[in-house]
């Protein structure tokens, strides 16, 4: 009892509401518009007219798959197979080009503007993990042992691992349980924990394909 006190107070301010970052992007999207315009009437050139226009439509280009992919629940953000992620995905992976200035101005925002949406994912997985944490203990404390299964969670959505939107995987063991997310590869790699959270690189600094489980319990070393 004492332990799951103390976990809990370790990560409470996990169970704190998120703010709606739809919201939070369609208010960026204006304040970066806002930005824009103030740079080209300090400028005060009327010829400028036309590419500010252009600007304005490339910014609102780039945020219009951010604010649709941040409203939809989170099962549907993390599915491969939802349309708007494709288009998402597209948008990031975009080139810049030397023929269309104006986009690529634009698509310089873009990075700053993604990661908001990248944390959100992984805050959301903590919560519901943490969650899920505490109640296997109030579980164990209920029933003098540790449950088999997480089917006493089929009702909450806290036992839903957001990558793949089935329960959380759950193993009871010798000496208590371990609990962890099939992560961004959606596969399971028998709970060796992911310390970068799907973040890797190589020397080059080259991004590579994530590997790992966002494990929560028995609480990683990071």
């Known amino acids: 009892a004492a332990s799951l006190e103390q976990y809990s107070q370790r ?17 960026e999207r204006t304040a970066t518009c806002w930005s824009l315009k103030l740079i080209f009437a300090n400028v005060g050139f009327r ?5 500010e226009q252009r600007l304005f439509g490339e910014v609102c280009r780039a945020f219009e798959p951010l604010i649709r992919l941040a409203g939809e629940p989170i099962e549907r953000r ?9 288009q998402f995905n597209e948008m990031i992976m975009e080139e810049c080009s030397y023929f269309n200035p104006t986009r690529t101005l634009a698509l310089l925002f873009v990075p700053a503007f993604v990661r908001p949406l990248e944390f959100d994912h992984r805050l ?9 944490v505490r109640a296997v203990f109030e ?27 089935k329960p959380f995987i759950y193993r009871r063991t010798a000496d208590g349980f371990t609990l962890y997310s099939a992560g961004i590869d959606r596969d399971d790699d028998s709970g ?15 991004p590579q394909p994530p590997d790992g489980d966002y494990v929560f319990w028995p609480i990683p070393k990071r």
């Open 192 to 206: 060796v924990d992911d310390k970068k959270f799907g973040e890797k690189s190589d020397r080059n600094g080259n």
């Open 11 to 27: 990560l409470a301010p996990l169970d704190r509401p998120l703010p709606e970052l739809r919201h939070a992007y369609e208010s």
């Open 78 to 86: 993390l599915d491969p197979s939802n349309p708007l992620r494709a």
């Open 124 to 132: 959301i997985v903590m919560q519901r993990g943490n969650r899920t």
């Open 47 to 51: 010829q400028y007219m036309v590419l």
């Open 139 to 165: 579980q164990a404390a209920a029933r003098r042992e540790f449950p088999e299964t997480l089917e006493f969670a089929a009702s909450a959505d806290f036992g839903i691992d957001p990558f793949t939107g």
